[in-house]
Every structure is written in C-alpha cells, then in structure tokens.
C-alpha cells in the first residue's frame, strides 16, 4: 500500500515536472512565433509605406481582429478570467486551442499596447487540463496539473519564479474542496518548485538554442541618498497617480464598450486608429513594451522630461481603449512600461538616481492597478533589485491605497 502510495506521488512529481516544461515550451513557442509576425510586419513592409505605416498596419489589424471577435468570439480571456476558472472548476476547457492561441497573436502582430500573458495562460491552462483528463485514473491528484500548469506559465512568461508560486496561494480555494491538491504543504512547495523549474528551463532552454522569448530588462545599480529620500513622496504620488488614471480609463472604455453593444467590427477599428494616431505621435506607446523598454534605456536622457511623462501617461490611457475595444490581451507589460517612461521622466525633472525613480513610480503605478501591494512586488523583481524592496512595498501600498470610487473598480487587474 505504501509503496503504491509513493509510486503514485513519484509519478504525479515527474508529470508536474513535464507538464511545466511542456507549459515553458509552448509559452516560448507562441512568443517565438509573435516575433516573427512583428518582425515581419514592423521591418519588412514599412518601407513600402513610409512614416504612417503604423496607421496602414493598425487599421488592417484592426479589421482582421474585429472579423476574428465576430466569427470566433471574444478570445483570449483576461488574465484574471482564467485563473478564476481554473481555480473554481479546477480546469479550463480547451475544444477552442487553436483560436485562443491566434486570438492571442493577432493584436501583438499588429503593435497592440498590450501583454501576452492573457492568452498564453488561457491556452497553457487548457493544455494542462487535456494532460490532466488523460491521467486522472492514476489519482485526483492529476486534476491539479492545469492550477500547477498555469502558475508554471505565468513563471516562465514574466521570468520571476515568485510571482508563480505567489500567482496560485493569493486567494486560493478553501482547504478541503475538492479543487485543493493533497498533499501536504511542504510537498505542495516542492510540486510548485518542480513545474516552475520545469517551465523556466524549457523557456530558457529554447531561447538559448533559437531565440526568442520576452524579458524586462534587470535594473541592478540604485542608490538613495538624501535626494531620494526627499522625492520619494511626489515620486510614488505621480505614479500612483498613474495608476488610477488606468483604472478610470479602463472604467471608461468599459462603459463605452458595453453601449456600443455586439459591434466587435467596429470597436476594433477605432482602438486601431486610436492606436496608430498616438503611435506616430508617440511611437513607444505601441506594443507590449519589453523591447520598448529596452529601448528606452538607450534615448531617455534625449527625449525630454515631457516627451518621458506624456508617452507614460498615454500608454496608460491606450492600453485599456485596446483590452476593452476588442485587441484583447494583458496590461502587465505595458503597465510596467508606462511607469519606467514615467520614471524616467521624473528623473530628469529631480536628478534624483534614474533606478530610484523608476522602482517608486513603476511600484506605484502596478500597485494602483492591481490593488495587491505584495504581488506587485514578487512581479517587479523580474526587473527591479531586491536592494529596492523597501522602496517597491511602500510605493505600492501608497498606489494600492488611493481609493477607487465605485464606478471604477472594475479594472482588469
């Protein structure tokens, strides 16, 4: 019976192991072929069309994208819709992976202000349900391999290990339904250690080997002094000011959206246009904002403290006209975006140290989105160092703690 009984758990680890290995590879398979499909489209056809191309390519995307809404539904789900399906039914149904995956890709290819990590997790959690139907008759235990698959993706997507083991304990089903995993909570830690390892490995294993991938950029050099001490106020202030400007845009399209009714078409169109307008105005305001970030490190100094702060605010104001105007995807990224551009540009205002300014802000600003002070910071240590945790916490209480009016608590955190 015992010896059953280890043989059980021995198989149920390895298959948590594979299946978050299967989870990083096919998160890594998706953004490799987003790669592709920007590279292709942002590279190779703008010479044909010169500097309003993003107008050309955004409302061709856009159209594409309304046409898909209206023939297949309203895919990806967000985030915050997946894991709460997978965590009150213990799987997520997976008879439409096919049109998750390119719902998913399309706004991406066309320079949506929006994340990935929507749809990867959708299609990830119905990968991991289909592998967990298919084991069952070993033990109850294999249903858990879509929550245990889904925190695996969300480690390999934005590469910060905490961010996964937190992403399934916050908020969790009660002990004893019949969704908790069985084992004790020491073992459920090393389930957890296993998928993500699993899911990082495979991720950084095929980036090494054929490129591809999606990461922030790791800011490890600050300092705080004096000046840092002093701004650190009007800096979190500012960011956590940006913070409830996306929860009151995202109420506002949202609002918007829902009189426009079943006009998927439509809808598309106009975050398109609206898209490629502030694009060409402000070019780092499209995208996810990895690259941009990246980006961005290079030319701040030389873009100007208003040029920084209008292209972070703008791209707290795009993103939520593209999730709710049918482009469909996450706000992470471009949220972590907006507060570095932000960041930025109050650097330049206060000569205050450039990686101070971007942890406060940037903290401030997640912290205003998600409402969730601690997740906010297990998921900036995949860019920010652990020496500036003091500063992330208080900054992203501060943005969590600026009340919402009830209208607007209905943001896509």
Not at 30 to 48: D, Q
Not at 222 to 251: K, Q, R
């Amino acid at each position: 019976m015992k010896a059953a009984k280890f043989a059980n758990r021995s198989l149920f680890v390895a298959s948590v192991i594979v299946t978050g290995a299967i989870a990083g590879a096919f998160v890594w398979f998706l953004l490799f072929v987003m790669n592709l499909g920007i590279s292709f489209i942002w590279e190779k056809m703008p010479a044909h069309f010169g500097p309003y191309f993003p107008l050309a390519a955004c409302l061709v995307g856009g159209l594409i994208i309304g046409l898909f809404t209206k023939r297949f539904g309203p895919y990806p789900e967000d985030l915050s819709e997946v894991m709460a399906k997978v965590k009150q039914d213990g799987r997520y149904e997976y008879d439409k992976l096919g049109t998750m995956s390119i719902a998913a890709l399309l706004p991406l290819f066309f320079g949506g202000s929006i994340g990935p990590e929507a749809g990867l997790t959708g299609a990830i959690a119905g990968i991991c349900t289909w592998v967990g139907d298919r084991m069952k008759r070993f033990g109850s235990d294999f249903k858990q391999l879509t929550s245990v698959g889904t925190m695996a993706a969300l480690s390999a997507i934005f590469t910060a290990p905490l961010f996964g083991f937190a992403a399934p304990l916050y908020g969790g089903e009660p002990e004893g339904s019949e969704q908790t995993i069985t084992l004790p909570k020491t073992s459920k830690l090393v389930v957890y250690f296993c998928a993500i390892a699993g899911a990082l490995g495979a991720l950084m294993g095929l980036s090494s080997l054929f490129g591809g991938g999606m990461s922030l950029p790791h800011y490890s050099n600050i300092h705080v002094g004096a000046t840092e001490v002093v701004w650190f106020l009007p800096l979190a202030l500012i960011g956590a000011a940006g913070g409830w400007l996306f929860c009151a845009f995202d109420g506002c399209f949202k609002r918007a959206s829902d009189k426009m009714g079943d006009r998927p078409v439509l809808k598309a169109v106009i975050a398109g246009l609206a898209l490629a307008t502030m694009g060409i105005a402000l070019p780092f305001t499209m995208f996810a904002g990895e690259v941009q970030t990246e980006q961005l490190n290079e030319v701040w100094m030389s873009m100007g403290a208003v040029t920084l702060l209008a292209t972070g605010f703008a791209k707290v104001a795009i993103t939520p006209l593209c999730i709710r105007f049918g482009w469909r995807g996450g706000h992470f990224f471009p949220v972590i975006f907006a507060g570095v551009s932000i960041g930025y540009g109050m650097a330049a205002l206060t000569g205050a140290d450039p990686v101070f300014c971007l942890c406060a802000c940037t903290a401030a600003l997640v912290g205003g989105v998600m409402r969730q002070p601690l997740m906010t910071v297990l998921l900036l240590f995949l860019c920010f160092p652990v020496k500036g945790v003091v500063v992330m916490i208080a900054a992203a209480a501060l943005g969590a703690a600026l009340p919402l009016p009830k209208g607007l608590r209905t943001t896509t955190s």
